[in-house]
């Protein structure tokens, strides 16, 4: 039935978009937050100089 | 305190209430008898459809508190909403049309909604284009801020305009789809639910996105605060 | 605001730049456009309006990009600002002008756009005026606040047509509406809804415009 495979497009379309949106904002704030640790680890060192 | 609450309870509950909308959508649903199985996408994309327009009010009421109030706060949510709205209505148009293609027998009709709401997605794109591509700092804030008041106003306009483009000429008259022709109560619990469950996985992923927001805002912070300590060489 | 409207007028009359792009670009626009269809075809005269309103936004677009860009090249927007005048009506000057700038375009055009499309020079005309007044306005309403926007881009010139293209669809909807109706010889009272939903967004967007261009030229 071709109409299965229109739904089966729907549902995977929406399924991909999200997945890869999700993605992409983890790893969006994995590396901010690197960078925070690392300001941080500075901050401190300048404090202690 | 409230941060931690979100983290943990938001994806928890989008995920319990996805989980229930998929299983009503694949197998506690009858079957429409006019449209056949195609009909299931309705489930999801209307509720999409939904969340899409609710995001960019946010945008437009984000927006008008940061030109009012001027507070980080606003500026954070609005692009964050904007982001995930343009996600929602980027499937909105996608699965619109793969419904379309079996029902009506094309991939596009110009009538109104699909119409309305490609334009939406012009606006949203130029909305976030203006946000990265200003200047420095605040101005793209408030270029885009001015974008996402004056887009939300305008968008009731448009969508007279092609509602009246559309149905003035009988002869290309195309009658709008039923959709929300659910007789059986089946069929209303489980639009219910995919509601729920998109309202909240619109909650869960603003959320992250603004998140997301609030830590490069940090980062900046800490950057310039690294600077200010920079010993004078 | 009427001695500013009066200044850009005044700049506006030694160089006739604005004026000379608008008409260039509109007119090169109806001759592309004419190139599109078979000069035997039927599709001409319904695709007519269409191709009059085509030309009207594109040279618009590209005309009111051209004016922000001078005054930002020669800091003029500056000079305006520490005017002790409230920059809603420093707005309320500049749109009204761009819009002045387009119709004055539109004398040459529409008849220009009368002898490519081979339509009757009949009083109809006037209704086209009039929705093309109606439409410009509004376009110069939405088009001003965003040109001054866009001028601050890094993407200037192409930022503006994103922006404004989306905004003005009821304008060209419209505008092409009324212009078919007018043109096909029906009466104005016919298309009274669409002049009524384009005066609704002039006026709208007027204030809105108003309120809120403070933001636009902001430091």
């Not at chain 3, 078919?180 to 029906?186: D, E, I, Q």
Request: aromatic share 12%; net charge neutral.
């Amino acid at each position: 039935m071709t109409n299965l495979n229109f739904l089966f497009a729907a549902y995977t379309a929406i399924w991909v978009l999200l997945f890869v949106y999700v993605f992409l904002l983890s790893r969006r704030n994995r590396t901010v937050q690197k960078e925070i640790d690392e300001l941080r680890q500075l901050l401190r060192r300048q404090n202690a100089s | 305190m409230l941060r931690k609450l979100a983290d943990t309870v938001l994806p928890f509950l989008t995920f319990v209430a996805m989980t229930a909308a998929i299983f009503m959508v694949f197998v506690q649903v009858p079957t429409d008898k006019v449209q056949g199985i195609v009909q299931r996408i309705f489930y999801f994309h209307v509720p999409l459809a939904m969340m899409t327009f609710a995001a960019f009010g946010l945008v437009a009421i984000a927006s008008g508190f940061f030109l009012w109030r001027g507070s980080r706060f606003w500026d954070r949510l609005a692009p964050s909403s904007a982001e995930v709205g343009m996600l929602f209505c980027t499937l909105v148009l996608i699965t619109g049309p793969i419904w379309a293609r079996p029902i009506w027998g094309t991939w596009w009709t110009w009538d109104a909604r699909l119409t309305t709401t490609l334009i939406l997605w012009l606006i949203y794109a130029a909305y976030l284009m203006l946000r990265t591509m200003s200047g420095t700092g605040d101005q793209g804030a408030r270029y885009a801020a001015v974008l996402g008041i004056v887009g939300a106003i305008d968008i009731p306009i448009i969508n007279r305009s092609v509602y009246w483009w559309r149905t003035i000429h009988p002869a290309v008259l195309i009658t709008r789809e039923g959709g929300s022709g659910l007789n059986d109560p089946s069929m209303r619990l489980t639009f219910e639910i995919c509601m729920l469950a998109f309202l909240l996985l619109f909650g869960w992923l603003l959320w992250v996105c603004n998140e997301s927001g609030r830590l490069r805002d940090a980062a900046e912070d800490l950057r310039q605060q690294v600077i200010e300590h920079e010993p004078q060489r | 605001m009427w001695a500013l409207l009066r200044k850009d007028l005044q700049i506006e009359f030694r160089t006739k730049e604005t004026l000379a792009s608008l008409l260039m670009l509109g007119l090169l626009t109806l001759v592309i456009l004419s190139f599109a269809f078979d000069p035997t075809s039927e599709l001409r005269d319904e695709a007519a309006p269409g191709a009059l309103w085509v030309a009207v936004i594109f040279a618009g677009v590209l005309g009111l990009n051209r004016s922000f860009l001078a005054e930002r090249e020669n800091d003029c927007l500056q000079g305006l600002l520490l005017c002790p005048v409230d920059r809603g009506t420093v707005y309320l000057s500049k749109s009204p002008g761009n819009c002045l700038f387009m119709m004055v375009a539109q004398l040459i055009i529409v008849p220009i756009f009368v002898f490519f499309f081979n339509l009757p020079a009949t009083a109809a005309l006037g209704g086209v005026f009039l929705a093309l007044l109606l439409g410009v306005l509004g376009f110069a309403a939405v088009g001003t606040l965003f040109a001054a926007i866009s001028v601050r881009t890094r993407a200037r010139e192409v930022m503006l047509p994103l922006l404004l293209l989306p905004l003005v669809v009821p304008i060209f909807i419209g505008g092409v509406k009324v212009t078919a109706r007018v043109l096909a010889g029906k009466p104005l009272a016919e298309v009274a809804q669409w002049l009524n939903l384009m005066g609704g967004f002039d006026f709208i967007f007027l204030v809105v415009g108003w309120l809120v261009f403070e933001y636009a030229v902001e430091e």
